[in-house]
């Protein structure tokens, strides 16, 4: 019975047992559908509108490579133990009072993420049925869909991949070479933007920033990964799809339509088609935030209370106020939620890998509790990591001040500098007293 209860909501609290883990293709399908949307188009469009195209291409080789060292750091932990990344972090430097911020936080930052991307379906569908619902209306419909299906836990983001990845390829392969016909590619690869110039840094930070949540919740998908190899592959074959590939493509687009708007040009030009990349995109992408957050503030829960609660209870909450959010317009604040996102969540990533892997602060615990799957007994577990909570608020600020290189891997590498440096002193200042 305990078993069947835990499965019901979707090990959110617990570890994900060794039978349950799924298939390469399908947890693979999923990270990709995480890192292939409508949002990432937003990205490149509005990198190829303030840069060359090679410009813009390295940006995002380098924002992609946060990108993949905080995600296999944080996958390869995951699938090893087996638990989201709100629950890892408790045994990872930040003790059960700070995982519960960290619960929170994601499920924060992820609601923001699920009220973008509504709000570019809402749009989609208000555009296509000529206004007659309105975009409030539409945005709610739209909302309140999704989150019906993302009630269904882990296995519901596996069937929806499943359909939704190869759909979206299709369509917006079709809408690509539509949109591009007729144009000379190698000289919309050579040609100047017209926007506003972006620095290299602050392009880079907005790379890392835009799947930055995502590579921090790599664990949360990452958990029902049978091996590390399985990890890596998911994680390097998703960015290499989702941000080289996806991002050269918006940028060749923005340049030939001398936009940073091309989702609205796509859906006005594609007709039904460039709506189906919309829904599609939607779908896919929204249901891991919602879930991500759902897991986040589940785990945030049972560590106030010691009570667990219904995952598919919390999913509809919030997804409301996930709603709600697109009705108060976040997406017009979207670059700015991204350079935000890009310093507030490197740190979180790197405080936890430094601790997992160089300090292995608690690496006992999880060992000996991994063998009977079960969780470490709550009376060894750290009550609260204030430092990891005060290098992740150094990385943060190192992140938002310094002006030099690129503002998300200065925040990565505060915290973990100033994290190791702190538990080195404490360490030695502890030894001497023996």
């Known amino acids: 019975m305990e078993n069947s209860n835990r499965a019901a909501d979707d090990y959110a609290c ?17 990270r990709i559908g995480i890192t292939t949307t409508l949002g990432q188009f937003l990205l490149g469009a509005m990198l190829g509108h303030a840069m060359t195209f090679y410009q813009a291409l390295f940006a995002t080789f380098l924002g992609s490579l946060i990108l993949e060292f905080v995600s296999l750091g944080m996958g390869m932990a995951a699938a090893r133990e087996g638990l989201s990344t709100s629950l890892l972090a408790r045994w990872c430097g930040f003790g059960k009072a700070g995982s519960v911020l960290i619960g929170v936080i994601i499920a924060i930052s992820l609601l923001g993420w699920f009220g973008v991307q509504n709000a570019i379906f809402a749009h989609g569908v208000d555009y296509m049925l000529a206004g007659r619902l309105g975009f409030g209306w539409s945005a709610v419909i739209t909302g309140m869909t999704l989150t019906a299906l993302v009630a269904f836990g882990f296995r519901a983001l596996g069937w929806t991949a499943m359909i939704s990845v190869p759909l979206f390829f299709l369509v917006i392969g079709w809408i690509a070479l539509e949109l591009l016909s007729g144009h000379d590619l190698v000289a919309l690869a050579a040609a100047a933007p017209v926007g506003e110039p972006m620095a290299l840094g602050l392009a880079a930070t907005s790379v890392a920033g835009g799947c930055i949540v995502g590579a921090v919740t790599t664990a949360d998908i990452s958990r029902y990964c049978k091996n590390g190899r399985h990890v890596f592959w998911m994680i390097t074959v998703s960015i290499l799809v989702g941000e080289l590939v996806v991002n050269g493509i918006a940028i060749l687009i923005a340049h030939a339509l001398h936009t940073s708007d091309v989702v609205a040009v796509m859906t006005r030009t594609a007709g039904w088609v460039g709506l189906s990349a919309v829904i599609l995109s939607a779908v896919k992408i929204n249901d891991a935030n919602l879930y991500s957050s759902s897991l986040g503030l589940a785990t945030a829960f049972e560590g106030i209370t010691g009570r667990k609660c219904s995952f598919r209870w919390l999913t509809v909450i919030l997804g409301a106020c996930g709603t709600l959010l697109t009705l108060f317009g976040i997406l017009e604040r979207y670059q700015h939620f991204l350079i935000l996102m890009g310093v507030v969540f490197p740190p979180v990533a790197g405080v936890m890998v430094c601790d997992y892997y160089l300090l292995r602060t608690s690496r006992r615990l999880l060992d000996r509790s991994r063998d009977r799957q079960t ?60």
């Open 14 to 30: 617990s570890r994900v047992p060794r039978a349950q883990r799924s298939g390469f293709i399908t947890v693979a399908l999923i």
């Open 375 to 434: 969780l470490p007994d709550p009376a060894l577990t750290p009550a609260i990591g204030w430092y990891a909570i005060m290098a992740c608020v150094v990385g943060s600020v190192t992140g938002l001040l310094l002006d030099a290189g690129i503002a998300a891997l200065n925040s990565l590498m505060a915290s973990i500098i100033v994290y190791w440096i702190m538990c080195s002193i404490k360490s030695r200042c502890f030894a001497n007293k023996q």
